[in-house]
């Protein structure tokens, strides 16, 4: 049997979590089986659990990446000191966020108050988004010390 190369695994799972997205988010978490994405993405079930666990792994990796858009928005904002952007950025990426994540969004908070991994997760994705935000105003307020500095 051919190995695998590691870019092809990489292209693999990316497809995978972009149709799981797809799916989850027309038919919801719980009505979403593996048979439902690997026969969209067009391979056997065995196939698609040999890049992930489960069902829930995908999703997981899903609701990570839904809040590290965030992060990425503010922290390129944040480098091109494009603060009116970045808050423009984040009420993009919530717009976004409930057009492509509704379902996905909505399974997130129903699945949350009974599965600790999910709990864990959210949890561990505010904690990143929060410090976002706190680099974010601290930088601002550097920004304003050297102003007024300045002055």
Known sequence: MPKVV????????????QVATKIF?????????MDDIAKEIGV???TLYSYFDSKKDIFNIIAISANQKLRDTLQTSLNNHDYIGTLGGIVNWKIDLLKEFIHISIDIVKLSPH???????????????LKS??????????????????C
């Open 6 to 17: 590691p870019e092809y695994k990489e292209v693999a799972r990316t497809r995978i979590i």
């Open 25 to 33: 988010s027309e038919k919801g978490y719980q009505d979403t089986s």
């Open 44 to 46: 056997t079930k065995a």
């Open 115 to 129: 599965d600790e991994e999910i709990i864990k997760i959210l949890r561990d994705e505010r904690e990143k988004d």
């Open 133 to 150: 935000l706190q680099d974010f105003f601290q930088s601002q307020r550097q920004l304003e010390a050297v102003w007024m500095l300045m």
